[in-house]
Protein backbone atom coordinates (compact mmCIF):
# COMPACT_ATOMS: atom_id res chain seq x y z
CA UNK A 1 0.00 0.00 0.00
CA UNK A 2 1.33 3.60 -0.59
CA UNK A 3 2.97 4.94 2.02
CA UNK A 4 2.50 2.20 4.26
CA UNK A 5 4.40 2.19 7.20
CA UNK A 6 6.99 -0.53 7.91
CA UNK A 7 7.30 0.88 11.89
CA UNK A 8 6.54 -2.41 13.98
CA UNK A 9 5.21 -0.16 16.96
CA UNK A 10 3.17 1.77 14.26
CA UNK A 11 -0.84 1.49 15.45
CA UNK A 12 -1.98 2.76 12.07
CA UNK A 13 -3.25 -0.39 10.81
CA UNK A 14 -5.11 -1.10 13.94
CA UNK A 15 -6.32 2.86 13.52
CA UNK A 16 -7.24 2.18 10.33
CA UNK A 17 -9.30 -1.28 11.74
CA UNK A 18 -11.44 1.13 13.68
CA UNK A 19 -12.45 3.42 11.01
CA UNK A 20 -13.23 0.51 8.75
CA UNK A 21 -15.56 -0.62 11.45
CA UNK A 22 -17.73 2.19 11.52
CA UNK A 23 -17.85 2.99 7.16
CA UNK A 24 -18.54 -0.62 6.83
CA UNK A 25 -21.41 -0.61 9.11
CA UNK A 26 -22.95 2.04 7.51
CA UNK A 27 -22.62 0.36 4.17
CA UNK A 28 -24.05 -2.58 5.36
CA UNK A 29 -26.98 -1.01 7.03
CA UNK A 30 -27.95 0.42 3.73
CA UNK A 31 -27.77 -3.24 2.26
CA UNK A 32 -30.32 -4.64 4.90
CA UNK A 33 -33.78 -4.08 5.38
CA UNK A 34 -34.66 -0.33 7.80
CA UNK A 35 -35.89 -2.43 10.80
CA UNK A 36 -31.89 -4.15 11.33
CA UNK A 37 -30.35 -2.64 13.86
CA UNK A 38 -26.43 -2.80 14.47
CA UNK A 39 -24.12 -2.87 17.21
CA UNK A 40 -20.39 -2.15 17.67
CA UNK A 41 -18.28 -4.16 19.78
CA UNK A 42 -20.78 -6.14 21.62
CA UNK A 43 -20.69 -10.03 20.77
CA UNK A 44 -18.13 -9.55 17.29
CA UNK A 45 -17.05 -6.13 15.60
CA UNK A 46 -20.27 -5.70 14.45
CA UNK A 47 -23.55 -7.42 15.41
CA UNK A 48 -26.54 -7.08 12.80
CA UNK A 49 -30.04 -7.66 14.74
CA UNK A 50 -33.33 -8.09 12.51
CA UNK A 51 -37.26 -7.72 13.42
CA UNK A 52 -37.14 -11.16 14.33
CA UNK A 53 -34.47 -10.95 17.01
CA UNK A 54 -32.09 -13.25 14.59
CA UNK A 55 -28.31 -12.15 15.39
CA UNK A 56 -25.39 -12.35 12.45
CA UNK A 57 -21.87 -11.88 14.05
CA UNK A 58 -19.58 -9.89 11.58
CA UNK A 59 -16.10 -9.88 11.86
CA UNK A 60 -13.65 -7.65 9.88
CA UNK A 61 -10.35 -7.66 8.61
CA UNK A 62 -8.68 -4.86 6.48
CA UNK A 63 -6.03 -6.63 5.00
CA UNK A 64 -2.74 -5.03 3.22
CA UNK A 65 -3.70 -5.01 -1.20
CA UNK A 66 -2.98 -8.92 -2.59
CA UNK A 67 -3.57 -10.86 0.91
CA UNK A 68 -4.97 -14.36 0.27
CA UNK A 69 -6.86 -16.02 2.81
CA UNK A 70 -5.65 -19.77 2.86
CA UNK A 71 -6.11 -23.06 5.38
CA UNK A 72 -4.43 -21.99 8.22
CA UNK A 73 -4.78 -17.82 8.10
CA UNK A 74 -5.25 -16.65 11.97
CA UNK A 75 -7.80 -14.23 10.64
CA UNK A 76 -10.33 -16.91 9.96
CA UNK A 77 -9.44 -19.10 12.99
CA UNK A 78 -9.36 -16.06 15.42
CA UNK A 79 -13.01 -15.27 14.14
CA UNK A 80 -13.90 -18.71 14.54
CA UNK A 81 -12.97 -19.07 17.89
CA UNK A 82 -15.47 -15.68 18.62
CA UNK A 83 -18.20 -17.75 17.20
CA UNK A 84 -17.99 -20.88 18.84
CA UNK A 85 -18.31 -19.52 21.88
CA UNK A 86 -21.10 -17.46 21.18
CA UNK A 87 -22.73 -20.46 19.54
CA UNK A 88 -21.93 -22.42 22.77
CA UNK A 89 -23.61 -19.72 25.20
CA UNK A 90 -26.65 -19.44 22.83
CA UNK A 91 -27.60 -23.82 23.52
CA UNK A 92 -25.60 -24.18 20.09
CA UNK A 93 -28.11 -25.69 17.72
CA UNK A 94 -31.19 -24.04 18.83
CA UNK A 95 -29.10 -20.65 18.70
CA UNK A 96 -30.50 -17.84 16.09
CA UNK A 97 -26.79 -16.82 15.35
CA UNK A 98 -25.58 -16.35 11.47
CA UNK A 99 -21.41 -15.71 10.87
CA UNK A 100 -20.03 -13.08 8.27
CA UNK A 101 -16.57 -12.30 8.04
CA UNK A 102 -15.89 -9.65 5.69
CA UNK A 103 -12.34 -9.36 4.75
CA UNK A 104 -11.05 -7.45 1.72
CA UNK A 105 -8.52 -10.24 1.02
CA UNK A 106 -9.25 -12.89 -1.39
CA UNK A 107 -9.65 -16.73 -0.34
CA UNK A 108 -7.04 -18.59 -2.04
CA UNK A 109 -8.27 -20.70 -5.13
CA UNK A 110 -6.61 -23.65 -3.26
CA UNK A 111 -8.17 -23.11 0.15
CA UNK A 112 -11.40 -25.13 1.73
CA UNK A 113 -12.59 -21.71 2.68
CA UNK A 114 -14.01 -21.01 -0.41
CA UNK A 115 -16.72 -23.41 0.48
CA UNK A 116 -18.08 -20.81 2.71
CA UNK A 117 -18.21 -18.18 -0.21
CA UNK A 118 -21.41 -17.18 -1.18
CA UNK A 119 -21.49 -19.12 -4.29
CA UNK A 120 -19.54 -22.03 -2.82
CA UNK A 121 -17.63 -22.91 -5.47
CA UNK A 122 -15.54 -25.49 -3.49
CA UNK A 123 -12.18 -26.75 -3.66
CA UNK A 124 -10.49 -29.18 -5.91
CA UNK A 125 -11.66 -31.83 -3.45
CA UNK A 126 -15.38 -31.55 -3.32
CA UNK A 127 -16.08 -35.29 -2.03
CA UNK A 128 -15.77 -34.11 2.01
CA UNK A 129 -17.65 -31.90 3.90
CA UNK A 130 -16.86 -28.85 5.19
CA UNK A 131 -16.49 -30.43 8.75
CA UNK A 132 -13.87 -33.25 7.53
CA UNK A 133 -11.61 -30.12 6.00
CA UNK A 134 -11.96 -28.44 8.80
CA UNK A 135 -11.08 -30.88 11.31
CA UNK A 136 -8.15 -31.98 8.59
CA UNK A 137 -7.24 -28.40 8.63
CA UNK A 138 -6.95 -27.82 12.06
CA UNK A 139 -5.02 -31.02 12.96
CA UNK A 140 -1.74 -29.91 10.47
CA UNK A 141 -2.12 -26.55 12.29
CA UNK A 142 1.06 -25.52 14.24
CA UNK A 143 -0.28 -22.66 16.03
CA UNK A 144 -1.12 -22.05 19.35
CA UNK A 145 -3.91 -19.91 18.91
CA UNK A 146 -5.47 -22.19 16.04
CA UNK A 147 -4.83 -25.22 18.60
CA UNK A 148 -7.09 -23.85 21.50
CA UNK A 149 -9.41 -22.92 18.40
CA UNK A 150 -9.49 -26.86 17.34
CA UNK A 151 -9.52 -27.52 20.90
CA UNK A 152 -12.71 -26.33 21.37
CA UNK A 153 -14.51 -27.12 18.21
CA UNK A 154 -13.62 -30.81 18.21
CA UNK A 155 -15.68 -29.90 21.59
CA UNK A 156 -18.93 -30.17 19.52
CA UNK A 157 -20.72 -33.59 18.34
CA UNK A 158 -21.00 -34.00 14.92
CA UNK A 159 -24.10 -32.28 13.91
CA UNK A 160 -23.09 -29.42 16.04
CA UNK A 161 -20.01 -28.94 13.58
CA UNK A 162 -22.01 -29.22 11.01
CA UNK A 163 -24.77 -27.42 12.38
CA UNK A 164 -22.11 -24.58 13.13
CA UNK A 165 -20.22 -24.03 10.25
CA UNK A 166 -23.32 -24.12 8.03
CA UNK A 167 -23.81 -20.60 9.68
CA UNK A 168 -20.69 -19.08 8.38
CA UNK A 169 -20.06 -17.06 5.53
CA UNK A 170 -17.31 -15.49 3.56
CA UNK A 171 -17.24 -12.44 2.10
CA UNK A 172 -13.87 -11.81 0.82
CA UNK A 173 -13.17 -9.12 -1.50
CA UNK A 174 -15.27 -6.33 0.36
CA UNK A 175 -14.84 -3.25 -0.29
CA UNK A 176 -11.56 -1.17 1.31
CA UNK A 177 -12.18 1.47 3.43
CA UNK A 178 -10.83 4.13 1.04
CA UNK A 179 -13.47 2.32 -1.40
CA UNK A 180 -17.04 2.70 0.84
CA UNK A 181 -17.34 6.37 0.04
CA UNK A 182 -18.06 5.73 -3.60
CA UNK A 183 -20.03 2.52 -3.33
CA UNK A 184 -22.69 4.12 -1.25
CA UNK A 185 -23.00 7.66 -3.05
CA UNK A 186 -23.25 5.05 -6.58
CA UNK A 187 -25.14 2.46 -4.83
CA UNK A 188 -27.41 4.73 -2.85
CA UNK A 189 -27.58 8.08 -3.71
CA UNK A 190 -28.51 7.98 -7.11
CA UNK A 191 -31.36 9.93 -6.11
CA UNK A 192 -28.98 13.02 -5.67
CA UNK A 193 -28.09 15.19 -7.93
CA UNK A 194 -24.38 13.79 -8.51
CA UNK A 195 -22.80 17.15 -8.00
CA UNK A 196 -24.00 16.85 -4.17
CA UNK A 197 -23.27 13.62 -3.20
CA UNK A 198 -20.15 14.32 -1.90
CA UNK A 199 -21.51 17.15 0.20
CA UNK A 200 -24.44 14.60 1.45
CA UNK A 201 -22.32 12.16 2.35
CA UNK A 202 -19.10 14.18 4.59
CA UNK A 203 -22.38 15.21 6.32
CA UNK A 204 -23.70 11.86 6.58
CA UNK A 205 -20.72 10.46 7.73
CA UNK A 206 -20.11 13.15 10.27
CA UNK A 207 -23.38 12.46 12.22
CA UNK A 208 -22.78 8.44 11.67
CA UNK A 209 -19.77 9.17 13.10
CA UNK A 210 -21.09 10.61 16.19
CA UNK A 211 -24.05 8.06 16.54
CA UNK A 212 -21.16 5.72 16.20
CA UNK A 213 -19.23 7.41 19.58
CA UNK A 214 -22.31 7.78 21.59
CA UNK A 215 -22.91 4.25 21.06
CA UNK A 216 -19.58 2.67 22.08
CA UNK A 217 -19.11 5.77 25.58
CA UNK A 218 -22.84 4.02 26.63
CA UNK A 219 -24.69 7.47 25.65
CA UNK A 220 -26.63 5.12 23.53
CA UNK A 221 -27.47 1.79 24.40
CA UNK A 222 -29.99 0.68 22.06
CA UNK A 223 -28.51 -0.14 18.23
CA UNK A 224 -27.99 2.08 15.59
CA UNK A 225 -31.61 1.49 13.28
CA UNK A 226 -31.46 1.65 9.55
CA UNK A 227 -34.39 3.65 9.66
CA UNK A 228 -32.16 5.76 10.92
CA UNK A 229 -29.36 6.32 8.57
CA UNK A 230 -32.84 6.40 5.66
CA UNK A 231 -34.40 9.51 7.47
CA UNK A 232 -30.99 11.20 8.05
CA UNK A 233 -29.94 10.82 4.20
CA UNK A 234 -33.51 12.21 3.25
CA UNK A 235 -33.63 14.69 5.15
CA UNK A 236 -30.06 15.83 4.09
CA UNK A 237 -30.70 15.73 0.25
CA UNK A 238 -34.43 17.60 0.96
CA UNK A 239 -31.70 20.34 2.04
CA UNK A 240 -30.18 20.58 -1.37
CA UNK A 241 -32.92 20.46 -3.72
CA UNK A 242 -33.91 24.21 -5.88
CA UNK A 243 -36.10 25.81 -3.11
CA UNK A 244 -33.89 24.62 -0.11
CA UNK A 245 -30.08 25.04 1.04
CA UNK A 246 -28.30 22.92 3.76
CA UNK A 247 -27.77 24.47 6.86
CA UNK A 248 -24.78 23.20 8.69
CA UNK A 249 -23.44 26.26 11.15
CA UNK A 250 -26.83 26.13 13.26
CA UNK A 251 -24.42 25.57 16.83
CA UNK A 252 -21.05 26.83 15.91
CA UNK A 253 -19.43 29.75 17.47
CA UNK A 254 -16.79 31.87 17.02
CA UNK A 255 -13.07 31.34 18.02
CA UNK A 256 -12.31 33.08 21.27
CA UNK A 257 -14.56 35.38 23.37
CA UNK A 258 -17.24 37.31 22.59
CA UNK A 259 -16.88 41.13 23.20
CA UNK A 260 -19.84 42.84 22.98
CA UNK A 261 -17.89 45.95 24.36
CA UNK A 262 -15.34 46.27 22.65
CA UNK A 263 -16.44 45.63 19.10
CA UNK A 264 -15.63 47.60 17.21
CA UNK A 265 -17.28 46.27 13.76
CA UNK A 266 -19.91 48.60 12.53
CA UNK A 267 -22.73 46.29 13.43
CA UNK A 268 -21.90 45.98 17.05
CA UNK A 269 -21.46 49.83 17.23
CA UNK A 270 -24.79 50.47 15.11
CA UNK A 271 -26.77 48.14 18.32
CA UNK A 272 -24.34 49.64 20.92
CA UNK A 273 -26.12 53.37 19.33
CA UNK A 274 -29.52 51.82 19.90
CA UNK A 275 -29.28 50.94 23.55
CA UNK A 276 -29.21 47.26 22.70
CA UNK A 277 -28.48 45.05 25.46
CA UNK A 278 -25.06 43.01 25.94
CA UNK A 279 -27.06 39.53 25.95
CA UNK A 280 -28.57 40.65 22.45
CA UNK A 281 -25.39 42.20 21.20
CA UNK A 282 -23.88 38.48 21.54
CA UNK A 283 -26.66 37.11 19.97
CA UNK A 284 -26.47 39.41 17.15
CA UNK A 285 -22.71 38.91 16.99
CA UNK A 286 -23.38 34.87 16.20
CA UNK A 287 -26.26 35.23 13.65
CA UNK A 288 -23.63 36.92 11.85
CA UNK A 289 -20.69 34.55 12.20
CA UNK A 290 -23.15 32.20 11.40
CA UNK A 291 -24.94 33.44 8.17
CA UNK A 292 -21.20 34.73 7.17
CA UNK A 293 -19.29 31.66 7.27
CA UNK A 294 -23.42 29.47 5.82
CA UNK A 295 -23.18 31.71 2.52
CA UNK A 296 -19.32 31.37 2.26
CA UNK A 297 -20.06 27.30 2.64
CA UNK A 298 -22.29 27.80 0.14
CA UNK A 299 -20.50 29.49 -2.25
CA UNK A 300 -17.33 27.25 -2.00
CA UNK A 301 -19.88 24.28 -3.01
CA UNK A 302 -21.48 25.93 -5.59
CA UNK A 303 -24.95 25.65 -4.46
CA UNK A 304 -25.60 29.26 -4.98
CA UNK A 305 -27.33 30.76 -8.47
CA UNK A 306 -25.20 33.43 -9.95
CA UNK A 307 -26.09 36.78 -8.51
CA UNK A 308 -28.23 34.88 -5.66
CA UNK A 309 -26.35 36.40 -3.06
CA UNK A 310 -27.11 39.55 -4.19
CA UNK A 311 -30.75 40.09 -5.05
CA UNK A 312 -31.51 38.37 -1.89
CA UNK A 313 -29.57 41.26 -0.11
CA UNK A 314 -31.36 43.81 -2.25
CA UNK A 315 -35.20 41.97 -0.90
CA UNK A 316 -34.37 42.80 2.58
CA UNK A 317 -32.46 46.21 1.72
CA UNK A 318 -35.74 47.15 -0.37
CA UNK A 319 -37.83 45.64 2.92
CA UNK A 320 -35.55 47.20 4.98
CA UNK A 321 -36.40 50.89 3.60
CA UNK A 322 -39.77 50.26 3.60
CA UNK A 323 -40.10 49.47 7.41
CA UNK A 324 -37.83 52.11 8.17
CA UNK A 325 -39.92 55.07 6.60
CA UNK A 326 -42.94 53.98 8.33
CA UNK A 327 -40.99 54.02 11.71
CA UNK A 328 -38.90 57.26 10.86
CA UNK A 329 -42.34 58.88 9.51
CA UNK A 330 -42.63 60.92 12.52
CA UNK A 331 -39.47 62.32 13.17
CA UNK A 332 -38.04 65.50 12.48
CA UNK A 333 -34.57 67.77 12.98
CA UNK A 334 -35.97 68.28 16.29
CA UNK A 335 -36.99 64.67 17.89
CA UNK A 336 -35.27 64.14 21.35
CA UNK A 337 -32.37 61.34 21.37
CA UNK A 338 -34.75 58.85 23.16
CA UNK A 339 -37.02 59.43 20.72
CA UNK A 340 -34.66 58.16 18.06
CA UNK A 341 -33.28 55.60 20.07
CA UNK A 342 -36.46 54.25 20.72
CA UNK A 343 -37.39 54.32 17.06
CA UNK A 344 -33.72 52.70 16.04
CA UNK A 345 -34.93 49.81 18.77
CA UNK A 346 -38.23 49.13 16.78
CA UNK A 347 -37.12 49.54 13.11
CA UNK A 348 -34.33 46.60 14.67
CA UNK A 349 -36.86 44.44 16.84
CA UNK A 350 -38.69 43.94 13.28
CA UNK A 351 -35.24 42.93 12.06
CA UNK A 352 -34.71 40.79 14.43
CA UNK A 353 -37.95 38.92 15.69
CA UNK A 354 -40.14 39.60 12.69
CA UNK A 355 -38.37 39.43 9.14
CA UNK A 356 -38.01 35.90 9.57
CA UNK A 357 -41.55 35.08 8.71
CA UNK A 358 -41.90 36.62 5.44
CA UNK A 359 -41.07 34.03 2.63
CA UNK A 360 -40.36 36.81 -0.02
CA UNK A 361 -37.04 37.72 2.83
CA UNK A 362 -35.61 33.90 2.81
CA UNK A 363 -32.58 33.57 0.40
CA UNK A 364 -35.37 30.35 -0.79
CA UNK A 365 -38.45 29.51 0.37
CA UNK A 366 -37.75 26.67 2.36
CA UNK A 367 -34.64 28.16 4.35
CA UNK A 368 -35.84 29.48 7.43
CA UNK A 369 -33.29 28.99 9.27
CA UNK A 370 -33.82 31.99 11.48
CA UNK A 371 -29.80 33.32 11.46
CA UNK A 372 -29.22 33.39 7.56
CA UNK A 373 -31.81 36.30 7.84
CA UNK A 374 -30.91 37.92 10.82
CA UNK A 375 -27.19 37.33 9.69
CA UNK A 376 -27.93 38.76 6.49
CA UNK A 377 -28.92 42.09 8.57
CA UNK A 378 -26.09 42.44 10.28
CA UNK A 379 -24.10 41.76 6.88
CA UNK A 380 -25.44 44.60 5.63
CA UNK A 381 -25.17 47.00 8.27
CA UNK A 382 -21.27 46.10 8.37
CA UNK A 383 -20.90 47.27 4.68
CA UNK A 384 -17.69 49.82 4.96
CA UNK A 385 -17.26 52.56 4.40
CA UNK A 386 -21.15 52.69 4.69
CA UNK A 387 -23.25 50.22 5.60
CA UNK A 388 -26.48 49.55 3.81
CA UNK A 389 -28.74 49.69 6.21
CA UNK A 390 -28.66 51.13 9.79
CA UNK A 391 -30.77 51.53 12.63
CA UNK A 392 -30.45 55.10 14.57
CA UNK A 393 -32.10 57.57 12.52
CA UNK A 394 -28.85 59.73 12.63
CA UNK A 395 -26.26 56.89 12.74
CA UNK A 396 -25.05 57.93 8.68
CA UNK A 397 -24.55 61.34 9.84
CA UNK A 398 -22.38 60.38 13.11
CA UNK A 399 -20.13 57.50 11.53
CA UNK A 400 -16.83 58.86 11.16
CA UNK A 401 -17.02 60.10 14.92
CA UNK A 402 -18.50 57.11 15.96
CA UNK A 403 -16.17 54.80 14.10
CA UNK A 404 -13.10 56.69 15.90
CA UNK A 405 -14.69 56.55 19.35
CA UNK A 406 -14.35 52.97 19.13
CA UNK A 407 -11.51 52.47 17.63
Sequence with gaps: M?????????????GLGYIYQARLALLQLLHLPEDTAVFLEKDDDLDFVDSNGNKS??????KAIGDRLTNLSTDFWKSVRIWLARYKRDDCISSNLRFFLFTTSAVSDTSFLKGFLPAQSGTN???R????????????????????????????????KQDFLARILILDGSPRIE??????????????????????????????????IKHLTGRREEGIFGYEVSD????????????????????????????????????????????????????????????????????????????EIEN??????????????????????NSAEDVLMRAGKELYKWADQQSGN????????????????????????NVNPQPRIYWHPRFLDRLDQLLRVSQ
Design 2 to 14: AGATTDKFSAGEQ
Design 57 to 62: LASLKH
Design 125 to 127: DET
Design 129 to 160: TLTEQAEEALDKSKSDLIGVTAKEFNELSTSE
Design 179 to 212: DIPETIKDKHMRSIRREHRNFIFERLEGWWNDAV
Design 232 to 307: KLSALSEEYKLDNLPITYRRMVPDGAIDTENDSRIFVVQLREIGISSNRIRNAILDYYRAFKQRSEWARENLLVSG
Design 312 to 333: HEDRLVDEWSRYRDVVFEELDD
Design 358 to 381: YESLRIRARVTEPYVTRGSFHILA
